[in-house]
């Protein structure tokens, strides 16, 4: 199998603070995860490729000081929203690579935020 | 760039009936299609995929199609059912591990 986990499923928030969310591969070892959001009837947008050992490669107009992201295991990476404002709010699904040089994506349950 | 356009958006059939969303793409670079099914609230499923060396693949009532020459590749679901409902979405990996969604369709199937 290939099942991606994601931790929370949905957070709430106050404007400011900063929400981690975690996304775990349970049953392989990822080298690479990506990290999107989708708005209320939109498609996926890519935020960032997360590659275990070294730091993220983000999407073109994705703040990288805003959407920290730390892949320190090949089974776990987590992003965290700093600072969050009311805009930030989305859904958040992240997915990963099973394969070295495989192309499909297994995707997490996604992670809903509301930030008040 | 890398671009992705998908059509329709929305999209009503009769059970029973097929039902065929298109995707167009930039890149001819481009060498893995997948088609994904998301219901409301819930993860991206792969249903099915096509790679750039192969025309057509098929799996029960779900096909898709791949032109290269044309840039286009679509999806065919025939003898629909409700449980079918749900809001489709194409992607190209354009040669980077990277997939680009298309704008998804939203599917109804009338009973």
């Known amino acids: 199998g290939a099942v991606v986990s994601q931790h929370p499923s949905r957070v709430i928030c106050k404007s400011g603070t900063s929400v981690k969310i975690e996304c775990r591969s349970l049953?392989?070892?990822?080298?690479?995860m990506f990290w999107y959001r989708q708005f209320p009837k939109k498609s996926l947008m890519l935020m960032a490729t997360?590659?275990?050992?070294?730091?993220?490669?983000?999407e073109q107009g994705v703040e990288k000081d805003k959407f920290l992201i730390n892949h320190a295991s090949l089974t776990l990476s987590t992003l965290t929203v700093t600072s969050a404002h009311p805009e930030d709010s989305s859904f958040y699904i992240c997915?990963?690579?099973?394969?070295?040089?495989?192309?499909?994506?297994?995707f997490g349950p996604g992670t809903r935020l509301l930030v008040l | 760039g890398e671009n992705v356009e998908q059509h329709p958006s929305t999209l009503s059939v009769q059970e029973g009936d097929s039902a065929v969303i298109k995707c167009t793409y930039s890149?001819?670079?481009?060498?893995?299609f997948p088609w994904y099914k998301q219901e409301l609230g819930k993860r991206p499923q792969l249903i099915i995929d096509?790679?750039?060396?192969?025309g057509e693949k098929k799996d029960q009532r779900i096909a898709v199609t791949l032109n290269k020459t044309a840039k286009h590749f679509s999806l065919h679901i025939t003898e629909t059912q409700p449980e079918d409902s749900a809001v489709y979405f194409c992607?190209?990996?354009?040669?980077?591990?990277?997939?680009?969604f298309g704008t998804g369709t939203r599917l109804t199937i009338i009973p």
């Open positions: 997915s990963a690579l099973r394969d070295a040089g495989s192309e499909t994506q297994y």
């Open positions: 992607a190209v990996n354009f040669g980077n591990e990277k997939l680009t």
């Open positions: 997360s590659n275990e050992g070294s730091k993220a490669t983000y």
């Open positions: 049953d392989f070892q990822a080298t690479t």
């Open positions: 890149d001819s670079a481009s060498n893995y």
């Open positions: 096509i790679r750039s060396n192969v």
